[in-house]
């Protein structure tokens, strides 16, 4: 679990700087196994085209927090992003 969350938090630095580069380089230098990293990068660009000001984190939970089984964990992250 560790792993995955040191990994998420990596992911959701540079998400929430808004940057798409900064989410590539986290997931191609930490190796991160994201689900959908091309669409939240397709996000980032379309948001900051918008005018996107900052992103805030909302919530970020694992599947162990609700199953209580910590042997091998998915990462939920919700993030809303203003102008």
Do not use: H, W
């Not at 990596?10 to 091309?38: F, T």
């Amino acid at each position: 679990m560790e792993i995955a969350e040191s990994q998420d938090k990596k992911a959701l630095e540079a998400i929430l700087s808004l940057d798409p580069k900064n989410l590539a380089r986290a997931v191609s230098r930490y190796g991160i196994s994201m689900c959908g990293s091309g669409p939240v990068m397709a996000m980032l660009v379309a948001t900051s085209l918008l005018g996107a000001k900052k992103a805030r984190l909302l919530k970020y939970a694992t599947s162990g927090d609700i199953t209580g089984d910590y042997e091998a964990v998915v990462g939920y992250a919700s993030v809303v992003v203003e102008k």
